[in-house]
C-alpha cells in the first residue's frame, strides 16, 4: 500500500537495536513469560481484551525472529497496534537484537480506503443533491482531520512500543 522508505521518513516505522546481557538461549527461555503465542491477523485482536492470559505481548517467537505485537486490555484507550519484528544474535554473551518496530498494520491498513469510501459517498451524494458547497469544504477538513488523527495515534503507537520493548527486555533478566 505504501513503500517503506515513504512510511520511515513519517516516522511510522523505526528501526533499533536493543543488546541484553544474556545468553541467547536463556533470552529464548524467558520469552515466553511476556508473549503468549498466537496469530497476528488483521481481526486477532478482536476479542482478546476479554482474555484472562498474564502475558504482555502475542506473537510468534523462533529461534531467531520474533513477531510480537502488544496486547489489548480492558479499557485500553492507547489504541497501540505496532507490530515490532526482531532478529535475535549471540554477542558473546550478550543477546543482540535488531527490532523494526511498524505502526501501519492490521485495522490501520483498511482505515483510509475505509474513510476514503465514504468520503466519496458524501461528496457524490452533494453533488448530486441541492446542498449547499460550503459542505464540500467543510467534507474536506473533515477527512484532513481524520486523517491527522490517524497518523498521530500510529506515530504514538510507534514511539510506545519502542519504549516498551526496550523496557520489557531490560526487566527480563531480572526475571
Known amino acids: 500500500m505504501f513503500s517503506e522508505k515513504f512510511l520511515r521518513k513519517i516516522k511510522l516505522v523505526e528501526d533499533f537495536q536493543i543488546e541484553i546481557e544474556m545468553p541467547k538461549d536463556e533470552f529464548l527461555k524467558k520469552l515466553p513469560y511476556l508473549v503468549e503465542p498466537s496469530d497476528l491477523g488483521i481481526f486477532s485482536h478482536a476479542f482478546e481484551q476479554f482474555s484472562s492470559s498474564r502475558t504482555i505481548y502475542k506473537g510468534q517467537v523462533f529461534p531467531d525472529f520474533f513477531r510480537i505485537r502488544r496486547r489489548r486490555r480492558m479499557f485500553d484507550t492507547s489504541l497501540n497496534l505496532a507490530l515490532a519484528e526482531g532478529i535475535l544474535k549471540a554477542h558473546g554473551d550478550n543477546t543482540l537484537i535488531d527490532v523494526k518496530v511498524t505502526g501501519l498494520n492490521g485495522f490501520y491498513k483498511f482505515f483510509p ?19 449547499p458547497t460550503i459542505l464540500i469544504g467543510f467534507m474536506l477538513f473533515q477527512t484532513t482531520l481524520f486523517f491527522s488523527i490517524f497518523y498521530f495515534i500510529m506515530r504514538r503507537g510507534t514511539k510506545a512500543m519502542r519504549y516498551e520493548l526496550e523496557r520489557d527486555f531490560y526487566f527480563l533478566k531480572k526475571r
Request: glycine share 6%; hydrophobic share 75%; proline share 0%.
Open 113 to 131: 480506503i475505509l474513510i476514503l469510501g465514504v468520503e466519496a459517498i458524501f461528496l457524490l451524494t452533494f453533488l448530486v443533491s441541492d446542498m
